[in-house]
């Protein structure tokens, strides 16, 4: 298989990135609907016994040691360890780059769909009352974010705020996860894949960014982007690939075994024949 060109994959990377971010920004969903959604996932989790993420998100609040490098790991990790993995790939296994781009990429679209269909307010923007601190805002001192999400500080009308579900924080993370185990080839590479997608979940619940929900259903949605992919790719290969029909009839036509010309044909000049009992009388004998 003809190994990718760096400029295009680098140029389709852009497009559908630039698609997803502009497509959050067009469907950011109103208030009311977004908090509306967001409080009928956290009375699901507590009918269900479920709801993880008061817990951690009090324990990321009144333990600076872990909030503050969650709040650091949420905001840059995903837009640096995603493309790094993808150039890994793309440099050192070839072979499987293809398949792992299209699998994020079609993921990512998918995310794009949720977040337009189902507008959700996250644990961080709900009223107090519900018990959560936004860690982000507390520990904002300590990072470049502001009390809007990750964005930088000043940028937070740039980011679509109700974009919680699914969490494609934990999408990409497991798709870097799975990137890693397979195509690892030390254990530390391997528990690294492991851990980084369940580390990220934690995470995400912590700094009441998303529920636990939003993180289920960024796996669901790796799961769906999968299926796709691979139908995607079958049907890009089976447009590309000339049957065998039509490579018989494209193939040259034979002419006397491809170096003999049979009695009576004409020569090309210069080339050999086979010697008959015609061409030498003595031998017939």
Same mark, same amino acid.
């Given at each position: 298989?003809?190994?990718?060109?760096?400029?295009?994959?680098?140029?389709?990377?852009?497009?559908?990135?630039?698609?997803?971010?502009?497509?959050?920004?067009?469907?950011?969903?109103?208030?009311?609907?977004?908090?509306?959604?967001?409080?009928?996932?956290?009375?699901?989790?507590?009918?269900?016994?479920?709801?993880?993420?008061?817990?951690?998100?009090?324990?990321?609040?009144?333990?600076?040691?872990?909030?503050?490098?969650?709040?650091?790991?949420?905001?840059?990790?995903?837009?640096?360890?995603?493309?790094?993995?993808?150039?890994?790939?793309?440099?050192?296994?070839?072979?499987?780059?293809?398949?792992?781009?299209?699998?994020?990429?079609?993921?990512?679209?998918?995310?794009?769909?949720?977040?337009?269909?189902?507008?959700?307010?996250?644990?961080?923007?709900?009223?107090?009352?519900?018990?959560?601190?936004?860690?982000?805002?507390?520990?904002?001192?300590?990072?470049?974010?502001?009390?809007?999400?990750?964005?930088?500080?000043?940028?937070?009308?740039?980011?679509?705020?109700?974009? +919680?579900?699914?969490? !494609?924080?934990?999408?990409? *993370?497991?798709?870097?996860?799975?990137? &890693?185990?397979?195509? %690892? #080839? $030390?254990?530390?590479?391997?528990?690294?894949?492991?851990?980084?997608?369940?580390?990220?979940?934690?995470?995400?619940?912590?700094?009441?960014?998303?529920?636990?929900?939003?993180?289920?259903?960024?796996? +669901?949605?790796?799961? !769906?982007?999968?299926?796709? *992919?691979?139908?995607?790719?079958?049907? &890009?290969?089976?447009? %590309? #690939? $000339?049957?065998?029909?039509?490579?018989?009839?494209?193939?040259?036509?034979?002419?006397?075994?491809?170096?003999?010309?049979?009695?009576?044909?004409?020569?090309?000049?210069?080339?050999?024949?086979?010697?008959?009992?015609?061409?030498?009388?003595?031998?017939?004998?």
């Amino acid at each position: 298989m003809r190994r990718p060109r760096w400029w295009a994959e680098l140029s389709l990377i852009g497009v559908v990135y630039a698609a997803y971010t502009g497509g959050r920004l067009l469907v950011r969903g109103d208030e009311s609907t977004a908090v509306g959604h967001g409080l009928a996932i956290l009375r699901a989790e507590e009918a269900l016994g479920i709801d993880a993420e008061h817990p951690l998100n009090r324990l990321f609040t009144d333990v600076p040691a872990l909030g503050i490098p969650a709040d650091f790991a949420y905001a840059s990790l995903h837009y640096l360890v995603t493309p790094a993995i993808l150039v890994w790939l793309f440099r050192r296994r070839p072979a499987h780059y293809r398949a792992a781009r299209t699998w994020l990429m079609v993921s990512t679209l998918l995310g794009l769909v949720g977040f337009t269909l189902l507008p959700t307010c996250p644990p961080r923007l709900l009223d107090a009352a519900y018990g959560f601190t936004d860690t982000m805002a507390h520990f904002s001192a300590y990072g470049w974010w502001g009390g809007e999400a990750s964005a930088p500080r000043g940028l937070g009308g740039m980011t679509n705020q109700y974009a +919680a579900m699914p969490s !494609l924080h934990v999408g990409w *993370a497991l798709w870097c996860g799975v990137m &890693l185990w397979r195509y %690892g #080839r $030390t254990p530390l590479t391997k528990a690294v894949g492991a851990a980084y997608p369940l580390v990220t979940a934690v995470v995400v619940m912590g700094t009441a960014n998303h529920y636990l929900l939003d993180a289920v259903a960024g796996v +669901a949605v790796m799961g !769906l982007g999968l299926l796709l *992919a691979s139908v995607l790719l079958r049907a &890009l290969d089976g447009r %590309g #690939r $000339t049957r065998p029909e039509d490579e018989a009839a494209e193939a040259p036509p034979v002419v006397g075994g491809g170096c003999e010309t049979s009695p009576g044909e004409q020569r090309i000049p210069g080339q050999r024949s086979v010697p008959t009992a015609a061409d030498h009388p003595t031998a017939a004998r």
